[in-house]
């Protein structure tokens, strides 16, 4: 239940902020902040699918790798899964470049929620 919630609260709250760091990276900042407020629930909306993909992968492999190949593996799903979402959601023409570094966003959501919720809690306790 951890790694679901891990994926479905704070993998698209990732993405969004992955993604608000690239646009600024690039020089476009959309709105300012009520464009960064408005954006969120965006970010929700359209993070759900790729964030359950993510889940996915991330649950499949739990006991069939250690955590930091299953950790890279996570951040590389990521990756092709956010081209893929960009690909798809989108109706205009964008740049090779723009299509490939919006991958990023994805591959830091993945890498970030396979490592949280790789993580054993010492002690034993939950």
């Known amino acids: 239940m951890k790694r679901f919630l891990l ?3 704070l993998g698209p709250a990732v993405g969004f902020a992955v993604f608000e760091l ?6 476009r900042i959309i709105g300012g902040f009520p464009g960064f407020i408005m ?7 359209f993070g759900l ?3 359950l993909v993510m889940w ?6 739990e006991d069939k790798m250690q955590l930091w190949p299953k950790v890279l593996t996570s951040a590389l799903t990521g990756y092709v899964v956010s081209i893929g979402m960009m ?3 989108t109706s205009v023409s964008i740049p090779l470049r723009q299509i490939l570094t919006f991958g ?5 959501q993945g890498l970030i ?4 919720s790789g993580i054993k809690p010492k002690g034993g306790a939950l």
């Not at 954006?39 to 909306?45: E, H, N, R, S, V």
């Not at 996915?56 to 492999?61: A, G, I, M, P, V």
């Not at 929620?113 to 949280?116: K, Q, V």
Request: glycine share 8%; aromatic share 22%; hydrophobic share 60%.
């Open 49 to 51: 699918i790729p964030s």
């Open 113 to 116: 929620c396979s490592w949280l």
């Open 22 to 27: 690239r646009e600024i990276a690039s020089g």
């Open 56 to 61: 996915l992968e991330d649950w499949f492999l």
């Open 87 to 89: 690909l798809i959601w």
């Open 104 to 108: 990023i966003v994805g591959a830091v």
């Open 7 to 9: 994926f479905l609260l």
């Open 39 to 45: 954006g969120l629930p965006f970010a929700y909306w």
